[in-house]
């Protein structure tokens, strides 16, 4: 695996797919259309997803892509593998609350190994450079020129002062109770996979998910997060998340700063 290629294509295609994004973002209105599990999809779903398998098809033919927006690469089981979601925080973009970002990711053997997180209203890029390292790399982005790049680090937390970062659209009790087990000094509010690079770039120290995803809204974040020397574990009893799961569905998960100890609900 050439994964200096793979860092760059992945680099490359969130940006053309962030520029797809905020084209129809910028408009004055837009339609929404609801799929099949009712979840709502815009024109800019679509052309994210596009652009951004028709660049994979063009430079890594030879790996298979799953991604959310076509049904059909559901079925596919592989070793290694790409996930992609175009557009990971629908309701953020239909909101116009800016907390919208790009996830491409390779999958290795169970395990997301590299990822790109591309927030384009936000203005912040993530991704894991060619040895695995995350970084963040500051605007404007441009796809033929990489700006100043920052190794990012997990914070070391302080038990008796947590910070926490949770959904803003699927905060739900069972998260508040889990979250009441630990001394919070403060709350960050995010959509999408931004909260796996809050935790990556040690501005938070806690996310757990109580609620529904898939794996194609958090293997990219995860890739980034364990680039930063994070971890992201199930819920229930604490072994590693991995993918390629059957229906690629998650269980409920903690990503954390290592360091601290983990409580049971």
């Known amino acids: ?39 709502p999809v815009t024109e800019a779903d679509l052309r994210a997803d596009r652009v951004i398998c028709e660049g994979l098809g063009a430079a890594f033919p030879e790996i298979p892509v799953v991604t959310e927006e076509q049904q059909a690469s559901h079925g596919i089981a592989a070793d290694v593998f790409i996930l992609v979601d175009p557009l990971d925080g629908t309701k953020e973009f239909v909101q116009r609350r800016g907390d919208f970002t790009v996830n491409i990711a390779l999958i290795e053997h169970g395990v997301a190994t590299r990822g790109v997180v591309y927030a384009p209203a936000k ?43 949770a959904s803003k659209s699927h905060r739900d009790q069972a998260t508040d109770d889990y979250i009441a087990l630990y001394q919070v000094a403060d709350f960050r509010s995010a959509g999408s996979s931004l909260k796996f690079c809050l935790v990556a770039a040690g501005e938070a120290d806690l996310y757990p998910r109580l609620g529904r995803t898939m794996e194609w809204d958090t293997a990219a974040g995860h890739a980034v997060l364990s680039g930063a020397g994070g971890r992201v574990v199930r819920f229930d009893g604490h072994a590693p998340l991995t993918y390629g799961k059957e229906g690629f569905e998650n269980p409920h998960f903690i990503a954390f700063a290592p360091g601290l100890t983990l409580l049971r609900a």
């Open 1 to 39: 695996m050439d994964h200096a290629r793979l860092a760059a294509t992945f680099r490359k295609l969130a940006l053309d797919a962030g520029r797809e994004i905020m084209e129809v973002y910028g408009r004055p209105d837009f339609d929404v259309a609801a799929k099949a599990d009712a979840s």
């Open 123 to 165: 203005a912040r890029l993530f991704y894991t450079d060619a040895q695995g390292q995350a970084v963040e790399e500051a605007g404007p982005h441009d796809a033929g020129r990489i700006g100043a790049v920052t190794p990012l680090h997990v914070s070391k937390p302080d038990p008796e002062a947590l910070v926490v970062v």
